[in-house]
């Protein structure tokens, strides 16, 4: 690893060799933490090299063990690390490439951001209970508990205060990690047919019709593994 300082910037690169990030993932039909990251390194143009562990929920995925410390994925691999845990290799990635700008510049926005980033972290378990991420389900509508219709508020209202502050088209402008946090969120309004105010429906289009979320949603409807238990 090679430490490079341009215009005050710290770039961490390999000069002249291989720069090898390798993000394992779950798959892609339902595995709503593994998008997160790897949206965010296509979005941004980040080269990075793939691998799909298949979810096996009857060994409780006892093979992740072999590379992943919290026995779950996204698991990500650089220059002899291993990051775990989305949130964290999404940190570790805007730290190894600043020139590509995953969070917000301004301070403030910054906070705003991983607040929300964080909220969703570590939050809305009802919606993500209920409502599983399903890329190829046939969309129709599944009734809320009230618990999650809290969380459903709760997100429409995030999203509209940022789409108003920042002008949009993304949460907080350009694309950053907080959009990629929510996108799996965009997947559960549309496949469980929440109904949603206008702004909600707008910023859901606009995430749907990014290159990688199709390339993403393209390769979920090749996966042939169904699990019942995800299918609502
Ligand atoms: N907090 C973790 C959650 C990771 C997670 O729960 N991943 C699921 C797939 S989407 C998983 O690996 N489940 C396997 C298991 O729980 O056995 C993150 O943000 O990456």
Redesign the pocket.
């Known amino acids: 690893m090679v430490n490079v300082v341009m215009f005050g910037i710290k770039y961490n690169h390999f000069l002249g060799g291989a720069l090898i990030v390798k993000l394992i993932i779950?798959n892609k039909k339902?595995?709503?933490?593994?998008m997160?990251p790897w949206l965010i390194l296509k979005v941004k143009g980040i080269k990075f090299d793939e691998e799909l562990s298949v979810?096996n929920?009857a060994t409780?995925?006892r093979h992740?063990s072999d590379f992943s410390p919290?026995?779950?994925?996204?698991v990500l691999k650089h220059d002899g690390m291993t990051v775990?845990?989305?949130?964290a290799?999404m940190e570790y990635v805007s730290e190894l490439f600043p020139e590509k700008q995953l969070w917000p510049d301004d301070l403030r926005a910054r906070a705003h951001a991983r607040s929300i980033a964080n909220e969703m972290?570590s939050g809305f378990l009802a919606i993500r209970n209920e409502f599983p991420m399903n890329m190829c389900r046939k969309p129709n509508v599944v009734n809320p508990s009230p618990a999650a219709l809290d969380d459903i508020n709760r997100i429409e209202k995030i999203w509209a205060e940022c789409l108003d502050m920042y002008d949009g088209p993304y949460l907080f402008g350009d694309f950053s990690i907080s959009d990629a946090m929510f996108a799996p969120v965009v997947n559960r309004l549309q496949v469980y047919k929440v109904q949603c105010q206008p702004s909600t429906i707008r910023y859901c289009d606009v995430i749907t019709e990014l290159k990688a979320w199709k390339e993403w949603d393209r390769a979920a409807h090749k996966e042939p593994w169904i699990y019942e238990n995800a299918e609502i």
Do not use: A, C, E, T
């Open positions: 779950g339902y595995s709503s933490w593994s997160r979810l929920f409780n995925n992740f919290s026995k779950k994925v996204p775990w845990d989305s949130l290799i972290h």
